[in-house]
């Protein structure tokens, strides 16, 4: 059986854009991070209570889990919390390649535990759930989560689990105002009803929603997320002025407002942060509350932009 509840803060902070090589223009987010503006992030992250720290070896190859390990490096175990991926097309050809991947992960994390482990993406759910048991058992993964599933692959993976008293704890799916598949889906209801905590990934659509790109700043040229948002910016423009003019008044910024709408929506947003900033940024989120009627407006804007950003690794969620 899980040992106890699985108990997170408001906001999780994401590390794929630290899989990146630090050079701008290479890579997914074409950042420049290096390693000592990363433990400057932990510090101020860990100091304002954000202690979840999500990865995955899928992101930069294993290189995130091994900077977020060096960034964490000195603070004890218990002060944080990890949470990272079994990704099925990445699986080696062992006997039990999700085994093998926890402890890959596990090395370059330098630890001997995962706090939140996930089903990366449902390629084969009755395949790739059940290893998932014996590593409950063991006390190497603490609690299980699944991302990119519907709601029928949510339903199989817990009753797998179920059968052997563990259950899927937490949901992990992109969500943003410009991409509500898993609402429309019924997802976010299912897990309200099932006690499951929904965590939505690419809140700020990769800086899309920031209001810090435009079409007169883009985002970094070469990189990946540049090629998929770069073309749509012009279409964002009415959203993020009218996100910013909200803020305004808060004292916030488009990004605080895209995070507090994710909170107000009843989710724990994942936020990809790459500088300290960024913290103060979701602490400010933490402390301002929006009403119905602007979460209504800013989704009504939303839909008018007409733009669909789901990525190349995910399947449309439907409802049943
Ligand atoms: N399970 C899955 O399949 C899946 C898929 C995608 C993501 N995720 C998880 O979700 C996390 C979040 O997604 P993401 O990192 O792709 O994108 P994101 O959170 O939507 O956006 C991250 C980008 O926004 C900017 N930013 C971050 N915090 C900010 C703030 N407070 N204020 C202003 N700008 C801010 C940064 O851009 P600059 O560096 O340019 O400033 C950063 O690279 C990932 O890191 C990962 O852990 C999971």
Known sequence: MTSRALTVPAVA????AWGDSGEAGDG???SRLSDSGLREVVERAQANGFTLWDTAVAYGMGRSESVLAQALSGRHRSEYQLSTKFTPQLAGDGDDPVADMLEQSLDRLRTDCVDLFWIHN???VARWTPPLIPLLESGRI????????NLEEIALADRILGEAGFRVEAVQNHYSLL??????????DHCREHGVRFFSYMVLEQGALTGRYSPANPLPEGSS????YNGVLPRLTALTDRMEVIGKDRGVSAAEVAVAWAVAKGTTPIIGVTKAAHVDGVVRARGIELADEEIAELEALADATDVDTRGWWEQEMMRR
Request: cysteine-free.
């Open 13 to 16: 902070l994401g590390t794929w």
């Open 179 to 188: 991409y509500r598949g898993s609402e429309r889906a019924g997802i976010l």
């Open 122 to 124: 449902p390629a084969d």
């Open 28 to 30: 997914y987010f074409g």
């Open 225 to 228: 997320r540049a090629a998929v």
């Open 142 to 149: 603490k609690h299980v989560g699944v991302s990119n599933h």
